[in-house]
């Protein structure tokens, strides 16, 4: 194996890595629209998209390890792949989220319609920009982008502390919407995993950059 | 470095990942009995136990990484160091179930007390052993024992069901209790993620024994 086919194996990775990203980000956006339109067909659109997201996981495991096994990698290679393993394993979870959000979707739908004053979508849109930048981050090695992730985790949380406290409040003053309250809930706390996942994300690129780093900068702990 | 040096190495790096379990597992128990004895002190003790978990974690992901540019590893070596980095990560957000299910408890502390009919110390138990009985299967590379955790994470998903339907009841019943069982549905859905990172888990260990089967038995595609 040259090392010209090596880096063509790393453009690969990347590439499809980039893939999933768009694949996981589609997902969850399809599993909002379908909480707004109430629309199971796009519940079920969520449900193909998570086996062509669970396959291609695969195959990015299986190029990432064909990788480390072609040929002693250099360090700062060794690092990029594994990382990619890792990022690969986080966005396979957002997909799951998006599922989740869509097994919702179908309870509330059987559920007479309920007018809660929080925004999903808002959240959505901010979760979903998460994970697109952390991806970013990663491929374009920039650790700023990665700590501004970081800070979006934090408006995230916030939104999901300020859902927490309307939708019960909604509960005490009727509860004959409690049901619908909760599912709403419980949607806001998958795009808050999302969230965190997207933070993960970001947190290896910290690492791995600052990781990358060490060789010249001896003293420099990764922060966790 | 020499193969010994490496094979060191690897006993190393089996030994902090069951490290890391035990401390992973101990913490959820920590804050399951910080619920059953609405005792603050004892959540302290989580918080306190995540940083050594994310210290460990990091030694891990290391000492990995030392291992992978140590020398051309062979293929069964690279499947199974990079299957550590990713249990790893699991391991690691176990630890931050636990801390969620503290911050819980700090919630409900603050409440009276409500009587639920739901046993969630069961709930943790189940998981616990969940978690243990994962790491148990990749570390004697028993796929059999995965396939056992991934059965339990069906009873613990009905575990979780039978919690929601069971609160949700309470909530329309009693809705000056609604805060109470709120809390306790997310302690189930933290158990219930906690379960997830075990199935995570195991099903990595199923991909890892199959895959390093691939060289013996051209055929054999790892299940999702």
Redo the contacts between chains.
């Keep these: 194996m040259t090392r010209t086919r090596f880096h063509q194996g790393l453009e690969e990775l990347k590439h499809k890595l980039l893939a999933m990203g768009g694949m996981a980000e589609k997902a969850v956006d399809t599993a909002v629209d379908a909480y707004r339109r109430r629309d199971l067909k796009l519940c079920q659109q969520v449900f193909q998209g998570e086996k062509a997201i669970?396959a291609i996981e695969?195959e990015i495991?299986e190029l990432?390890?064909d990788l480390?096994?072609m040929?002693?990698?250099m360090?700062v290679d060794?690092?990029f792949i594994?990382a990619v393993?890792?990022i690969n394993?986080d966005l396979e979870r957002v997909g799951?989220q998006a599922v989740n959000i869509a097994e919702r979707v179908i309870n509330i739908v059987k559920l007479p319609p309920a007018e809660l004053p929080v925004d999903v979508p808002r959240m959505a849109a901010t979760v979903a920009g998460m994970v697109r930048r952390a991806l970013e981050s990663f491929l374009e090695e920039k650790a700023e982008l990665a700590e501004a992730v970081l800070k979006l985790d934090d408006i995230v949380d916030r939104m999901d502390d300020e859902f927490y406290a309307v939708l019960?409040n909604k509960?005490?003053q009727q509860?004959e919407i409690?049901?619908q309250a909760?599912d709403v809930?419980?949607i806001s706390?998958n795009l808050e995993?999302v969230a965190?996942h997207a933070t993960?994300i970001a947190e290896d690129v910290i690492?791995w950059v600052r990781g990358a780093d060490i060789r010249h900068n001896a003293n420099h702990a990764?922060s966790?």
Excluded: E, S, W, Y
């Design positions: 669970n695969r495991d990432a390890l480390l096994a040929q002693q990698p360090a060794l690092r594994t393993m890792k394993a799951d019960v509960m005490h509860p409690t049901d909760l809930l419980l706390r995993r965190d993960n690492f990764a966790d």
